[in-house]
């Protein structure tokens, strides 16, 4: 399975501080995408990272990709309390579904 | 522009009966997917399909029952609902599969999500 595995499950954080989160991978892939889920709502897209870039940006979002480790992680700079919600990983091959990892709990406390 | 709609957005089945699950999307996209979200479990693909009338199967296929006579819908059969079913459904949609080599622009785009609960 290509499934991407999220570390840490959880993380608790003061408002201010940075976030990351790490997600590990199996397989070959072509691009990878982070998603963020705020309670009982729908995954909402955050970034896309192609597996020949190596770092992408996107306002507060930083996102860095090791196809060697396979894996990456996902930095949120500044967290606010509105950050918290369920961060997910999910990885695609050429012309497959998305499969996703199992999420990281993001909390951050004002 | 409505994005991806679910329908219903609760309910609650009996063992046995069966039900189904709306999904429509206004984007035009090809792609569209079923996934279950379940407790520490992530989500796991249940059916997708790349355009209309090809449909194939996800990780966790087992009783469940797509269609895509339309480019816009994606209804999910359940068949004989089981207590294992219990679970959040998220349809899911985009111009083309998300691993394609040609993903500029291919965002995906979430329904809300439809809770259901089998006793």
């Known amino acids: 399975s290509q499934q991407g595995e999220e570390d840490p499950q959880a993380l608790s954080i003061q408002e201010g501080e940075n976030a990351t989160m790490n997600c590990s991978y199996k397989?070959?892939?072509?691009?990878l995408q982070w998603y963020r889920q705020n309670s009982g709502r729908g995954l909402v897209h955050l970034i896309l990272?192609?597996?020949?870039?190596r770092e992408k940006h996107s306002g507060r979002l930083r996102v860095t990709l090791d196809t060697s480790k396979k894996s990456s992680s996902l930095l949120i700079t500044a967290s606010r309390a509105a950050d918290t919600a369920s961060y997910f990983c999910?990885?695609?091959?050429?012309?497959?579904?998305?499969?996703f990892g199992k999420g990281t709990r993001l909390s951050v406390i004002a | 522009n409505a994005g991806v709609t679910q329908t219903p957005k609760f309910q609650v089945l009996k063992t046995g009966q069966s039900m189904t699950l709306q999904c429509a999307q206004d984007m035009n996209h090809e792609y569209m997917s079923w996934y279950r979200q379940d407790p520490g479990m992530g989500l796991r693909l249940i059916h997708y399909?790349?355009?209309?009338?090809?449909?194939d199967q996800g990780e966790v296929p087992n009783g469940y029952n797509v269609s895509r006579s339309t480019t816009e819908d994606f209804p999910l059969r359940l068949l004989s609902a089981a207590p294992s079913q219990t679970s959040v459904y998220f349809c899911a949609s985009s111009r083309t599969v998300p691993g394609s080599i040609e993903i500029s622009g291919n965002t995906i785009y979430f329904g809300e999500g439809s809770w259901l609960t089998v006793v």
């Open positions: 990272i192609r597996s020949n870039e």
């Open positions: 399909s790349v355009g209309a009338g090809i449909t």
């Open positions: 397989t070959s892939i072509n691009n």
């Open positions: 999910a990885t695609a091959r050429v012309d497959t579904p998305l499969v």
